[in-house]
């Protein structure tokens, strides 16, 4: 399955390792940067989905927002491990959860107002609602370790049948960004059940890439 990820913007907390572990499927381990494991609230947009080349029925043009942490497997994969991903269609929600990952359907749109670009999520039912904003810094890129570490994941690990599975997502490098937070209201991240406080340590955007989802593998 190809996909294209559009106008990202990615903020990340610092968090102790202690606190990813809980989460963490049979085989996987919170990743470890710096001496900090990381929580991520993330926002884009997939105005494409395809099977091959052709275009998935029902998916559309779509938009994400979600709460993900950073996982290694003991078999030396490194992906990211979702608490919960917001989409504001319900075909890829039913499709995603086929495969164990929690996406929920919710009311998500780009934000672009005099606060910069960003998303509004709200949960049906008023269970969590999100709100962020950013200003990319379009004339610096960001390549730093903790930067690329943080974004070029290239998979996923999720509970598939009972068994820890990871599913490999190919991409180029982001065209990353630092980026200024002009605003944020989240619920987000509480609910999922992860505690942080003030602002993120790390803001970033990206025009977006282009990925390709291969076969999920089982971990032993």
């Not at 043009?61 to 319900?90: C, W």
């Not at 780009?110 to 200003?135: C, E, I």
């Not at 803001?203 to 032993?220: C, E, K, L, N, Q």
Request: with cysteine; charged share 20%.
């Amino acid at each position: 399955m190809a996909q294209t990820w559009a106008a990202a913007v990615f903020l990340h907390w610092r968090i102790d390792p202690a606190l990813a572990a809980p989460y963490m499927p049979a085989g996987v381990e919170p990743d470890v940067f710096h001496g900090s494991s990381w929580v991520g609230l993330i926002g884009f947009r997939a105005p494409a989905t395809k099977l091959g080349t052709i275009p998935v029925p029902f998916f559309g043009t779509y938009t994400e927002i979600n709460v993900r942490l950073y996982s290694r497997g003991r078999d030396g994969s490194r992906g990211v491990l979702f608490l919960s991903l917001d989409a504001s269609r319900l075909a890829p929600v039913l499709t995603a959860r086929a495969l164990g990952v929690p996406y929920v359907w919710s009311r998500c749109r780009p934000r672009r107002t005099g606060w910069g670009l960003g998303y509004d999520v709200d949960r049906f039912g008023g269970q969590a609602r999100s709100s962020f904003a950013v200003v990319p810094d379009y004339g610096r890129k960001a390549d730093d370790d903790l930067s690329l570490l943080l974004t070029a994941r290239f998979g996923l690990h999720t509970s598939l049948a009972g068994r820890t599975a990871f599913v490999p997502i190919a991409h180029p490098p982001w065209p990353l960004h630092p980026a200024r937070l002009t605003y944020l209201r989240d619920e987000l991240v509480p609910a999922a059940g992860i505690p942080v406080e003030g602002p993120p340590d790390t803001v970033h955007y990206s025009p977006g890439v282009s990925t390709v989802f291969g076969r999920p593998r089982r971990i032993a």
